[in-house]
């Protein structure tokens, strides 16, 4: 019999993957997060903002509609995206209006029957996360604050958060981390679109060769404050120094114990290299011999700039991930 994923595991994909399909509106949100449910995976990930109109203060019906449409299809919600509206236009705003915000989204998800929400790592804050705690042993979420792409464990805008959930100690207040931490090398297609906009080839060819150099990342930064960045590829230019990592799986080891979910991000399904089932073995390696229990979603962020069908991509790619993942666990029991 061949290897599985440990039942302690729970492969999920996300409704982001789906996020062209539910702008372009020929189909509802609700129809298109239920028809994953129908097709790809049963267990979904949930980005609110784009599924329900009444967000950030989901109403009960579009709710209680998105559960049981779910839940006819055999389907469930993992964790909800959630978010806080910070600051007005001239300041930040006080502790009570960020927890006023939050804590719809929390019942929210509650009542979808997710598992749990998540911000990005360090923007609640310890005096909001100790407001909401209350609440999430109540209804027995949890909460998992998101690290991703650049933001590397040790990292100085990272580890006071770190430390700060550490210090908490509750499993109700967790780590989520995406592996687009984890980047062996940079997609395929994306160095096609920065060649597409304009770029210099030698710079290109350095991103290509050498994406884990400390002397890349001054190259970047270095074309970026010299203007020559083409304006068409410029936010796509910023995935360099924001959402594509490069830390190794072994930078994670410290904080495992916090940590109860993956985002197994990709951008395409170009493997050259092992540049995307590599990070997958080397995760699979590690959380098999530390016993992790939880969820691993697969977040395609390539529909910035390819036009490909989620519905396959994320079928291709949980397939891809599943075997890779367990792979790896193997090789490393059998070492």
């Not at 949930?46 to 839940?71: I, Q, T």
Request: aromatic letters at 6%; hydrophobic letters at 45%; a negative charge.
């Amino acid at each position: 019999m061949a290897p599985e994923i440990p039942s302690s595991w729970t492969l999920c994909a996300s409704s982001f993957n789906w996020t062209p399909d539910i702008t372009a509106a020929r189909r509802t949100a609700q129809d298109v997060v239920t028809g994953i449910a129908d097709s790809v995976v049963k267990t979904i990930e949930l980005e609110p903002g784009l599924v329900w109109r009444s967000f950030p203060a989901p109403s009960d019906a579009e709710v209680d509609g998105l559960r049981d449409a779910l839940a006819a299809k055999g389907g469930a919600i993992s964790i909800l995206g959630a978010s806080l509206d910070d600051f007005t236009p001239t300041e930040r705003r006080p502790l009570q209006e960020r927890l006023d915000f939050l804590i719809p989204q929390i019942r929210a998800a509650h009542r979808v029957g997710a598992s749990g929400i998540r911000l990005p790592i360090g923007q609640a804050g310890t005096e909001l996360l100790r407001l909401v705690q209350p609440l999430l042993h109540e209804l027995d979420l949890v909460l998992y604050e998101e690290i991703q792409g650049q933001q590397a464990p040790g990292s100085a805008a990272v580890e006071p958060a770190l430390e700060a959930i550490a210090a908490l100690g509750d499993d109700h207040v967790r780590v989520l981390v995406d592996i687009s931490m984890l980047m062996p090398a940079l997609p395929v297609t994306y160095l096609e679109e920065l060649r597409r906009g304009g770029l210099p080839e030698d710079f290109v060819g350095q991103l290509e060769n050498d994406w884990r150099d400390p002397a890349t990342i001054d190259a970047v930064t270095g074309l970026l404050r010299s203007g020559n960045v083409p304006s068409r590829i410029h936010t796509l230019f910023m995935n360099l120094l924001i959402r594509f990592g490069r830390s190794d799986a072994a930078d994670l080891r410290g904080i495992l114990p916090m940590v109860g979910a993956f985002h197994l991000k990709f951008w395409d399904l170009h493997d050259d290299g092992g540049r995307v089932s590599q990070p997958l073995r080397d995760l699979g390696a590690l959380l098999g011999r530390n016993r992790f229990s939880g969820t691993l979603t697969s977040e395609w962020g390539g529909h910035e700039w390819l036009q490909d069908d989620p519905t396959d991509m994320t079928r291709r790619h949980l397939a891809l991930a599943e075997a890779a993942l367990v792979g790896g666990r193997v090789s490393k029991v059998a070492c």
